[in-house]
């Protein structure tokens, strides 16, 4: 699949719900605690500048990854709060330019360069795939604070392409050893298609609809309230811990009925 014409796609999607709100609606509150639609837009830019200097300058870059490690648990927000304190027109007018340059940038790159970054070193392809991956994931946070409802696309694939590849690095950010055994999973697309990926005979599986799947990994909803079924213990335990982003987990999403 063309994943920089998809990332394209997706960007201008969510530039579509956001492009007209008003100061207001820029200040309401997310799923995200503490995050209006103002730090989920300031966050996709900051995270495209810093897409950008891994690609363009990787000894600057290094240096923040540097600051990251230095406060975990604090970097990415405090990255968002600076940028959300900005005007709703700069915002927008930063992330529609940083993500231009970072589409730029990764389509001219040479496609077996690997490029460092907060989690293992990507390739151009999958580096948009990862911003792909966010780029819906705090569009769906964005479209369910507006109360809009958007239609799953097959650009979906990408999302859960990347939920399966990261999967041993769940298991390690949660301090677990990685399972040995590749699982089967078998997830039902938009079109109703099925999308398979491991071994037709692994043991362990986990089952579903892709967008539960996508919500899952990119920790937008609780399990709880998704409609995927695993088979085995360790496919149980991954879909507890399954995250397709780089750094701490976080604390996810309550069930539900817990939110209310």
Same mark, same amino acid.
């Given at each position: 699949?063309?994943?920089?014409?998809?990332?394209? $796609?997706?960007?201008?999607?969510?530039? =579509?719900?956001?492009?007209?709100?008003?100061?207001?609606?820029?200040?309401?509150?997310?799923?995200?605690?503490?995050?209006?639609?103002? #730090?989920?837009?300031?966050?996709?830019?900051?995270?495209?500048?810093?897409?950008?200097? &891994?690609?363009?300058?990787?000894?600057?870059?290094?240096?923040?990854?540097?600051?990251?490690?230095?406060?975990?648990?604090?970097?990415?927000?405090?990255?968002?709060?600076?940028?959300?304190?900005? *005007?709703? =027109?700069?915002?927008?007018?930063?992330?529609?330019?940083?993500?231009?340059?970072?589409?730029?940038a990764l389509e001219a790159a040479p496609a077996k360069t690997r490029f460092p970054w907060y989690g293992?070193?990507?390739?151009?392809?999958?580096?948009?795939?990862?911003?792909?991956?966010?780029?819906?994931? #705090?569009?769906?946070?964005?479209?369910?604070?507006?109360?809009?409802? $958007?239609? *799953?696309?097959?650009?979906?694939?990408? +999302?859960? $392409?990347?939920? +399966?590849?990261?999967?041993?690095?769940?298991?390690?950010?949660?301090?677990?050893?990685?399972?040995?055994?590749?699982?089967?999973?078998?997830?039902?697309?938009?079109?109703?298609?099925?999308?398979?990926?491991? *071994?037709?005979?692994?043991?362990?599986?986990?089952?579903? *609809?892709?967008?539960?799947?996508?919500?899952?990994?990119?920790?937008? &909803?609780?399990?709880?309230?998704?409609?995927? $079924?695993?088979?085995?213990?360790? =496919?149980?335990?991954?879909?507890?811990?399954?995250?397709?982003?780089?750094?701490?987990?976080?604390?996810?999403?309550?069930?539900?009925?817990?939110?209310?």
């Amino acid at each position: 699949m063309d994943v920089f014409g998809d990332l394209e $796609r997706e960007s201008e999607e969510l530039d =579509a719900l956001v492009g007209e709100l008003s100061e207001e609606q820029w200040a309401l509150a997310t799923p995200a605690v503490g995050w209006t639609v103002a #730090h989920q837009i300031a966050h996709l830019a900051w995270t495209d500048r810093s897409a950008l200097l &891994a690609v363009t300058d990787p000894d600057a870059f290094a240096r923040e990854v540097e600051k990251a490690l230095s406060a975990p648990d604090r970097f990415v927000d405090e990255g968002a709060e600076q940028g959300a304190a900005l *005007p709703p =027109a700069r915002i927008l007018a930063d992330w529609r330019a940083g993500r231009q340059a970072l589409a730029t940038a990764l389509e001219a790159a040479p496609a077996k360069t690997r490029f460092p970054w907060y989690g293992p070193p990507m390739s151009a392809a999958s580096m948009a795939t990862a911003r792909l991956m966010e780029t819906w994931a #705090h569009g769906q946070d964005i479209a369910d604070t507006l109360g809009v409802v $958007r239609p *799953p696309t097959d650009r979906l694939r990408h +999302v859960v $392409r990347i939920g +399966v590849r990261t999967r041993d690095f769940a298991f390690g950010v949660h301090g677990l050893p990685a399972p040995v055994e590749e699982f089967r999973v078998e997830l039902t697309g938009p079109a109703d298609d099925l999308w398979t990926y491991g *071994p037709e005979d692994a043991p362990q599986r986990v089952t579903g *609809p892709a967008l539960d799947f996508c919500r899952l990994v990119t920790r937008r &909803a609780h399990r709880a309230d998704l409609a995927l $079924r695993a088979e085995g213990p360790d =496919a149980d335990r991954w879909l507890d811990i399954a995250q397709a982003f780089a750094g701490p987990p976080g604390a996810g999403r309550p069930p539900e009925g817990d939110a209310q």
